[in-house]
Nanobody, 127 residues
Framework: EVRLVESGGGLVQAGGSLRLSCTAS????????VGWFRQAPGKDREGVAC????????YYPDSAKGRFTISRDSTRNMVFLQVDSLQLEDAAVYFC????????????????????WGQGTQVTVSS
């Protein structure tokens, strides 16, 4: 059974940092593109980072460049999202997802390209 479990969220002061984790089971994280998306109340799910399968490239939307970093630990079958210089608008539920169809690249725009998701982890930012 394919399963993704996010963790690492919490309450952080603006300007602080967080590292979110996505633990995978039932498959190998190297085999698929992985994306991190977030969703704030009343808003659409928004991509913040993605990593292509195998040793493929990573992509970030302009809004995330410089503060968000996606990485993968194949030995632990995990994917991470480092978020630095947190801003109030970063508050959201963060989800990791996998795209089991695409063989090249990944998307930080189209959430529907990801066909399996975790339950999310809440990030709250205080001023």
């Amino acid at each position: 059974e394919v399963r993704l479990v996010e963790s690492g969220g919490g309450l952080v002061q603006a300007g602080g940092s967080l590292r979110l984790s996505c633990t995978a089971s039932g498959f190998t994280v190297d085999d698929y593109a992985v994306g991190w998306f977030r969703q704030a109340p009343g808003k659409d799910r928004e991509g913040v980072a993605c990593m292509s399968r195998r040793d493929g490239p990573t992509y970030y939307p302009d809004s995330a460049k410089g503060r968000f970093t996606i990485s993968r630990d194949s030995t632990r079958n995990m994917v991470f999202l480092q978020v630095d210089s947190l801003q109030l608008e970063d508050a959201a539920v963060y989800f990791c997802g996998i795209d089991r169809v695409r063989t090249i690249g990944c998307s930080v725009v189209v959430a529907s390209m990801y066909d399996a998701w975790g339950q999310g982890t809440q990030v709250t930012v205080s001023s």
